[in-house]
């Protein structure tokens, strides 16, 4: 959906992506509720779009609430031009792959796999630079009218504007982008 939606929205609206945060950093395990919701998450979206889930990763790994250094895997990537690249990579490893993007050494696979200059982007990704950018980021997302991940939010006059979503076909979104700019 989003790349049509992307590719589609009207001349003058720049996109610019960030990433969220959702959740710091830790080495706990995930709470037994989100171990049990998220696998139904799962559930019901392929249900409703036909996303495909690899549901082994609830059994071969240790999940955590840990989102950050996927965070910061993407913005590291992106020093290199792979911004995009890495978030489609985290997100197969982690949907489709069963590996687990709390952790380095998934994220440091991810950047070699891609191609991306290793030793660099070990470096980036705990750099100080990527950690500012992360927290500036997150800032944005707690100050900015979204209700989940991921949001869309157009900047009007000053002024950040929810973006309806629908993850099924990008028209509704497209056409609600257009009235917004009227």
């Not at 049990?36 to 059994?59: D, S, V």
Request: glycine share 4%.
């Amino acid at each position: 959906m989003s790349d049509r939606l992307f590719a589609s929205l009207p001349g003058g609206v720049r996109l610019h992506k960030t990433v969220g945060g959702l959740a710091p950093d830790s080495d706990a395990p995930m709470p037994d509720n989100l171990r049990k919701a998220l696998p139904e998450a799962w559930r019901k979206i392929h249900a409703m779009l036909g996303t495909e889930f690899n549901f082994a990763f609830w059994t071969e790994c240790e999940p955590r609430r840990s989102t950050y250094p996927a965070c910061r895997a993407v913005l590291a990537a992106g020093k290199q031009d792979q911004y995009d690249q890495m978030t489609d990579a985290i997100q197969r490893a982690y949907y489709l792959r069963a590996m687990n993007p709390s952790n380095l050494d998934t994220l440091q696979l991810l950047a070699e796999e891609l191609g991306l200059d290793s030793d660099r982007f070990a470096a980036d990704i705990r750099s100080p630079e990527v950690e500012a950018d992360l927290q500036q980021q997150v800032q944005f997302a707690r100050q900015s009218p979204i209700d989940g991940f991921p949001s869309l939010v157009l900047e009007l006059e000053g002024s950040m504007v929810p973006v309806t979503r629908d993850y099924k076909d990008h028209r509704p979104t497209l056409a609600h982008v257009q009235r917004l700019l009227v």
